[in-house]
């Protein structure tokens, strides 16, 4: 009867661990404890998991019926049972809290889903883009710019972005610079830390936060030929000291998640690096987020031939640590059969889930899963008036003066025969910059409308149209080469003009994902036109939007006047007015170089000086025979309406491994302005070759006329040291060239030896 007994108990408690395994697939090494989410987790089947793991776009209007058949109703069956952790694409507070219902009420677990959008300049008010409001080297105004962002994000019912965008790139043929904050890592790695800030605010738990994603895991911006998609192929010194800093300030800064790239580097596709992404990222940082795919990326390791098929795919991303699946189905169709299988531990499915699980309940949907669906703040948040205000505000410190020859700008309100040419002067969708999935077409303030609210008198030729046809998101700009009217108008008018102001660039969607270039010059018949307006009228001031440097070449040597106005958003046209008419004063300074020529592409201030830097009589040194080495305008380079001038620049060791620098700037021009003091260094003497300078300090101060101000930074071994080739961080003593003014290029120099 014992034996019996005891036979009994042994047959409950073999059919209890069954059920427990069949539910949770054996939890590894995470122990069941009071955490919440781990006691979630224990609860889950394993295919509850893998759904966690699992994000789709959106595929179905949810306040209609229900999808009867095709992906679109297979996807709906997955969200009813619970195996959909995450969508993107779907915005607005009734959408978003059906789903949500769904996911909450109908499912067994009730597991909230997070709602991803790209978020990368605002939403229903757009900032400058991003790479524009990186010429504002104002940490504070990118910061709130990224703020505004989540505000109205967040309205809507989004809780995630993917951004910020923190990748180097030296290459403007990429299209997607746009999106990023230049050339330079030490202040790519301030940006994103600000924009980080700006996103998820103290308390992610709070309705007007939102999840930030630091992106693209890495490598992205060093796409071969700027070439979007591109392989990318550096050394460990560029890896460690130029690439992964701005991802580890963003890791620093608690950044929720992090995405992986398209791109191969150094021959393995980034969704299925295990050195990036288990290694460095979740092991040497100590990463607590999860790690997001890009669209589709898990799939395309099959293209890469670097994943047999889709379910090698979802084998080698899961294994290399990527914790959630965009778009490539790769888990949702294999994970379940490759765990089983054993070739990937269960013991990464957990660790991938419970990161998710924790960004949710950080988020405070556990708590209140409907709390970012709120009817009255989506009616007036994405609206409100003092956006408006910070957009204009941000996009006027993004504006770069390039030229100004014997003091064209600013231009008076009381000038008469004021001509404006150029079809981007009437354009309200194009200022508005690519990346902009929340906004409206036709919402920007033109440069036309923009004078017309100064009250200046001016007349307007649009000149020949930049396109042919309308542009989108998904479609490549089909740009205009034929159709010339329009043309010989604005050449008339040009001839009779006190000024010219020409309007000239890029469109809007000639930048961003999928948009790299060979030719960085005026797209269609601009060139054509400005050169043409240039023999009736030497009086020009230049207008340049573009997402990206442009070759202006050809306008820097017969244009007295250049303003590099980017794509400044909603308020682009009042911002440039406000420059223009001296309303304010441009204090922008580019984030990258800008090249005399496309064939010194990749061009970047921080390089290498080579074995034989030059110059010299005879041919053998590092140089082109046909161009000069120098860009046409460096990193770091912007004027302004007053002069200022460097004095009495100092470096004294404050210590062993420590650097303080002083000097006074003074305005000694008639109008107050803002100048950004930028400080360089380069270690004359190291184990690894180092650049002929690296920015490594920057205030922006305001001077009025007359004013002087003593600035003063402290070097540490923090901006002394540098990376090794096996990404050891290392400081070495010996002499150090202490540089600072106004650009990359114009610097007062002194050495220290540490």
């Known amino acids: 009867m014992i034996e019996t007994k005891k036979l009994s108990l042994f047959l409950v408690i073999l059919i209890s661990m069954i059920s427990c395994h069949k539910q949770t697939q054996n939890l590894s090494e995470t122990e069941i404890s009071n955490d919440p989410m781990v006691e979630l987790l224990a609860k889950m089947t394993l295919e509850e998991k893998i759904g966690q793991m699992t994000q789709y776009n959106g595929f179905w209007d949810s306040t209609g019926p229900a999808p009867k058949e095709g992906d679109a109703k297979e996807k709906y069956d997955h969200l009813k049972s619970g195996r959909v952790g995450s969508m993107l694409n779907v915005s607005g507070v009734k959408e978003v809290r059906k789903l949500q219902e769904i996911a909450v009420k109908e499912t067994r677990l009730g597991i909230p889903i997070i709602f991803g959008l790209d978020v990368i300049h605002g939403h229903k008010t757009l900032a400058p883009i991003p790479l524009a409001e990186v010429a504002s080297w104002d940490l504070d105004a990118i910061e709130q710019s990224a703020r505004m962002g989540a505000e109205e994000a967040s309205a809507r019912g989004i809780n995630w972005t993917f951004a ?36 998820q605010g103290t308390d992610l738990s709070k309705n007007n936060t939102i999840a930030a994603t630091a992106k693209h895991f890495a490598g992205y911006g060093f796409a071969e030929s700027g070439r979007d998609y591109n392989a990318a192929d550096v050394g460990t010194v560029t890896l460690f000291n130029t690439i992964l800093p701005p991802f580890k300030a963003c890791v620093d800064e608690n950044v929720a998640t992090v995405m992986n790239a398209f791109n191969t580097l150094n021959g393995i596709p980034a969704t299925g690096d295990e050195y990036l992404q288990r290694d460095i990222l979740k092991g040497e940082w100590g990463f607590e987020g999860f790690i997001i795919s890009d669209w589709g990326s898990g799939a395309e390791m099959i293209a890469h031939g670097f994943a047999k098929d889709l379910e090698h795919a979802a084998i080698l991303a899961a294994n290399a640590g990527s914790d959630m699946d965009m778009e490539s189905y790769a888990f949702v169709k294999h994970l379940a059969t490759a765990v089983d299988s054993g070739h990937v531990d269960i013991k990464h499915i957990d660790d991938s889930v419970l990161r998710i699980l924790r960004i949710k309940e950080a988020l405070g949907l556990f ?42 700008l600013p231009l008076s309100t009381e000038q008469k025969n004021i001509v404006v040419i150029g079809d981007l002067a009437q354009e309200k969708t194009s200022p508005l910059g690519s990346w902009r999935i929340g906004s409206d077409d036709g919402t920007a303030i033109s440069v036309i409308e923009g004078l017309e609210a100064k009250d200046v008198k001016f007349k307007y030729k649009s000149g020949p149209a930049l396109i042919s046809q309308p542009a989108s998101f998904i479609n490549e700009v089909i740009i205009n080469k034929d159709d010339r009217t329009g043309f010989d108008a604005a050449v008339k008018a040009a001839k009779k003009a006190d000024v010219v102001v020409m309007v000239l660039g890029e469109h809007g969607f000639q930048s961003g994902e999928g948009r790299s270039r060979t030719d960085l010059g005026f797209p269609g018949m601009q060139q054509e036109l400005l050169e043409a307006v240039k023999e009736v009228n030497d009086n020009i001031v230049l207008v340049v939007m573009s997402g990206r440097p442009l070759v202006l070449t050809w306008a820097e040597e017969n244009v007295p006047a250049i303003v590099q106005a980017w794509q400044l958003g909603t308020e682009s046209g009042n911002a440039i007015a406000d420059v223009l008419f001296g309303e304010y004063n441009p204090s922008g300074k580019l984030p990258m170089t800008f090249p005399r020529d496309v064939g010194q592409v990749p061009i970047y201030y921080n390089k290498l000086n080579t074995g034989r830097p030059g110059p010299s009589d005879l041919v053998f040194w590092s140089h082109y025979i046909d161009e000069s080495n120098n860009p046409l305008y460096p990193f770091g380079y912007g004027l302004s309406y007053t002069q200022y001038k460097y004095s009495g620049l100092k470096a004294v060791a404050s210590g062993p491994k420590s650097i303080t620098v002083d ?3 003074s305005n000694v021009g008639e109008m107050a302005g803002e100048e950004v003091v930028q400080l360089y260094i380069q270690d004359k003497v190291a184990s690894v070759s180092r650049p002929i300078k690296e920015l490594k300090g920057f205030e922006k101060i305001m001077l009025q006329p007359g004013e002087s101000k003593v600035v003063s930074f402290e070097l540490t071994e923090q901006e002394l040291g540098f990376f090794n080739t096996k990404g050891t961080f290392i400081f070495e003593p010996g002499e150090f060239t202490v540089m600072v003014g106004p650009n990359s290029r114009d610097l007062s120099t002194t050495t220290i030896e540490l």
């Open 164 to 199: 910020p965008m923190v990748d180097i790139s030296r290459d403007a043929r990429w299209g997607r610079v746009m999106e990023g904050a230049g050339e330079d890592p030490y202040l790519g790695s301030l940006v994103g830390k600000a924009r980080v800030r700006g996103f």
């Open 367 to 408: 708590d209140d899963p409907y709390r970012y669906c709120d009817k009255e703040r989506e009616k007036t948040v994405p609206y409100h008036e003092d956006h408006a205000t910070l957009v204009r505000d941000m996009a006027k410190k993004s504006i770069v003066l390039l030229k100004n020859e014997d003091r064209t």
């Open 663 to 665: 000097l006074t700037v």
